[in-house]
């Protein structure tokens, strides 16, 4: 074990500003790295959870035969299977040997039915979003604490920004060239460690950056206040079509289902005359809203949901973050008048604002469903976070004092150059990213306010 004077002050400006940065992404990490373990551990497992076994019961396996029965006789089925049920959606199989899947709902509960299409018999039930992909989804998404644990996340995604930052900064070849920076050094003891670290943060970083910018994008505030409402897709795209009180939100259950850039944008009504050509010959059902969708290009696995008003739609969608498909490109969102069969409003990828673009490639990427290169990739990812936050605390424990009762944080310079550009950088995070701010202010406020009036307590902090 390695003994540090942490008390000793750095010489030279270049020091002081590394023992600085270094302070910040000590105190960082202390908070970060909880959740970012926890994060990384649920995200492998929703990976393989869903490659393996399918998040929604889609993999139910069946023998494939010549003739598929009526989507209308297949539901009649998977309705009859649940006491007083109503149909709310078809998600049809994504290949011709595996079962097609009903969502029906009896007194506020949800049950999805898996059905043999080719015989329209029920294969199994099972209760919506009980497995354990929904499990570990829960706690990735906001460790099963609702509001409060999204705040959280959202805090420790953006200050893992910070820690990113400072940690280049750290790493930052200056003299001793790219090589020792890129190429990790096989030494003894705290410095093999610290090469590892340093080596896996640098080339990490990108990777880490682009999880995090995609995961907070789902977040109440930097995603849902600031990102998100500016880039919706503008319901005035659909010229001369009713809109509906309802957004396209309406639709998400327990699970962000809807893609992102249409999150926020009004649904469009049934009860008039305008519309594209749709369903042409017939009643409008089941059958034929089916028909219609393969007619204009949905083939495979695509999710229908059935009106549930007098003004509802039918709704057609395919997207990646559904794992409807393996290409974000082909997103598509169609709605269809339950009384005339018009089409009202069919957005696709290219319809997207740029940031909508971006949202849709990106939480294909974040989420693995690319196919098995990108469940891979993202496991090596989520494997380097853990490694990262284990090297950390290994690193901690070689520095600390040989005492007991003190965190070894590293000393801050008591003359800080250049502090005005320091301060600028984290006005410029604060203003970005609002929960990493509050985290930072508050930091601040415990440090001048706390901590410097109490010698002994900040004896023991640091």
Not at 84 to 106: E, I, M, S
Not at 116 to 131: K, L, M
Not at 141 to 165: H, K, P, Q
Not at 220 to 234: C, D, E, L, R, T
Request: glycine letters at 8%; aromatic letters at 10%.
């Amino acid at each position: 074990m390695t003994s540090t004077d942490i008390n000793a002050q750095p010489e030279g400006r270049v020091n002081k500003l590394y023992f600085a940065a270094w302070r910040w992404h000590f105190y960082t990490g202390l908070f970060v790295i909880p959740f970012l373990t926890t994060l990384a551990v649920t995200g492998m497992a929703m990976l393989w959870i869903a490659w393996i076994d399918g998040r929604d019961g889609e993999r139910t396996l069946v023998a494939p035969q010549e003739i598929t029965q009526p989507v209308s006789a297949q539901a009649e089925a998977a309705v009859a299977a649940i006491p007083d049920g109503v149909l709310k959606q078809y998600v049809a199989p994504r290949t011709n040997d595996v079962a097609a899947l009903f969502r029906v709902d009896a007194d506020g509960d949800a049950t999805m039915v898996a059905v043999d299409p080719y015989t329209a018999q029920v294969i199994e039930t099972f209760p919506r979003r009980s497995g354990w992909y929904d499990f570990v989804d829960n706690i990735h998404s906001d460790l099963m604490l609702g509001v409060t644990g999204d705040r959280m996340i959202e805090t420790a995604a953006s200050l893992s920004l910070v820690l990113i930052a400072t940690g280049l900064y750290m790493w930052w070849p200056r003299e001793a060239g790219w090589r020792r920076a890129l190429v990790p050094s096989f030494a003894r003891g705290r410095a093999l460690w610290k090469s590892l670290h340093g080596v896996v943060g640098i080339w990490l970083s990108v990777f880490l950056v682009f999880f995090l910018i995609s995961g907070l994008a789902w977040s109440g505030i930097w995603g849902g206040k600031m990102v998100q409402a500016w880039s919706q897709f503008p319901a005035e795209k659909w010229d001369a079509v009713p809109l509906s009180d309802d957004i396209h939100a309406s639709m998400n259950h327990d699970r962000r289902e809807v893609p992102w850039a249409l999150e926020q944008t009004p649904m469009p009504a049934s009860g008039s005359d305008v519309g594209a050509t749709g369903v042409e010959n017939g009643a409008v059902t089941l059958d034929t809203v089916d028909a219609l969708a393969r007619e204009i290009g949905f083939d495979a696995r695509y999710q229908l949901n059935v009106p549930q008003s007098e003004t509802g739609v039918w709704t057609l969608s395919r997207d990646s973050m559904n794992t409807d498909s393996t290409d974000p490109m082909s997103d598509r969102t169609v709605h269809v008048d339950q009384f005339t069969g018009k089409i009202l409003a069919d957005v696709r990828y290219e319809d997207y604002s740029l940031a909508g673009k971006a949202m849709a490639v990106g939480i294909a990427l974040h989420m693995g469903t690319l196919g098995l290169w990108s469940v891979v990739a993202n496991t090596l990812v989520c494997l380097s976070v853990l490694f990262l936050c284990v090297s950390s605390v290994i690193l901690w424990w070689k520095r600390r004092p040989a005492h007991a009762g003190r965190l070894s944080a590293p000393p801050m310079p008591k003359e800080l150059p250049l502090w005005q550009g320091a301060v600028l950088v984290g006005l410029a995070v604060s203003m970005a990213f609002p929960m990493a701010g509050l985290a930072l202010l508050a930091v601040l406020t415990v440090d001048t306010l706390i901590l410097s009036r109490l010698p002994k307590v900040r004896q023991s902090l640091t």
